[in-house]
């Protein structure tokens, strides 16, 4: 696992953590949400995996990391961009290890924006794709969920008072804790993908109850069809074609939602899975 170097720290009041993952091209959904969120009054860490693009069809983009921190910097954010193989069970811990380090705070959003994604469907998926997919988008999600959890202690002045050594208690109402999952339901034809992203939908649900102690919500979006480079021109028109409002999903589509769940006025809504597709048929 290597970082990019560290933007400098941004002046002014202490601005919350949000770790998001998946941010590995410029036009990608998860640069779209880090965006806004730095946009609106967040730190972000990072994470990508630049061997991944590279052998998908629209390649790796060079320096892209670098490019995304120097934007999220000029929105006055504080950056940490972590390169990281979601294979590797052991790189949840050191991603929140190191934003934590080098951002000097604990993580209090987390949004799953990564993904295996190889088209393939039920007769010609190889045993070794489906356990990928299943590394990337299930396994390492929950790992994510469960560090998330295990560090989370809640924003200062929401939590009761405890005696020594047991785990603070949120204010009752309250809730400061994020976590936000993307996910499809395209499994037609591309069936470890889709059940792999199933697979992620029951755990963040599961999260919206088993971390509610901690005064965490959890929520599942499916941003639908987001043409971030790797349509074709045919299905590009094909799903024009589909969708009421006549147009693709965008990155910041997908990112006004996030932004929304993870800001204080979206704190009610919690254990759901939201579409944000204009209306594009399943």
């Keep these: 696992m290597t970082n990019t170097e560290q933007r400098p720290p941004a002046s002014g009041p202490a601005r919350p953590i949000a770790l998001i993952t998946g941010v590995g091209r410029s036009i990608g959904i998860g640069a779209g949400i880090a965006r806004r969120l730095a946009a609106t009054g967040w730190d972000v860490a990072f994470t990508y995996w630049t061997p991944y693009d590279r052998r998908m069809e629209w390649g790796a983009e060079p320096g892209a990391a670098a490019s995304i921190e120097k934007e999220l910097a000029e929105a006055g954010a504080r950056t940490a961009a972590i390169e990281a193989d979601l294979t590797d069970p052991d790189a949840p811990t050191r991603i929140f290890d190191e934003a934590e380090q080098r951002l000097g705070g604990q993580v209090t959003a987390l949004v799953l924006s990564h993904a295996e994604s190889v088209d393939s469907g039920l007769l010609d ?155 594009a048929a399943s």
């Design 125 to 279: 998926t190889t045993v070794e794709a489906f356990d990928r997919h299943f590394a990337v988008n299930s396994r390492a999600s929950w790992l994510l969920i469960r560090e998330y959890g295990l560090r989370f202690r809640g924003a200062p002045g929401t939590t009761k008072d405890t005696t020594p050594g047991t785990t603070p208690s949120p204010t009752p109402g309250t809730a400061t804790g994020r976590i936000v999952a993307l996910t499809s339901d395209h499994t037609v034809g591309n069936l470890p993908y889709g059940a792999s992203k199933g697979a992620l939908d029951r755990i963040t649900l599961a999260a919206a109850h088993e971390l509610a102690h901690l005064g965490v919500t959890a929520n599942v979006v499916n941003p639908g069809p987001v043409d971030t480079g790797w349509m074709n021109d045919e299905l590009r028109e094909t799903l024009v074609r589909g969708t009421p409002l006549g147009r693709l999903g965008t990155p910041l589509d997908t990112a006004h939602l996030v932004g929304f769940l993870c800001s204080p006025e979206g704190q009610w809504v919690n254990g759901q899975l939201l579409k944000s597709n204009g209306g």
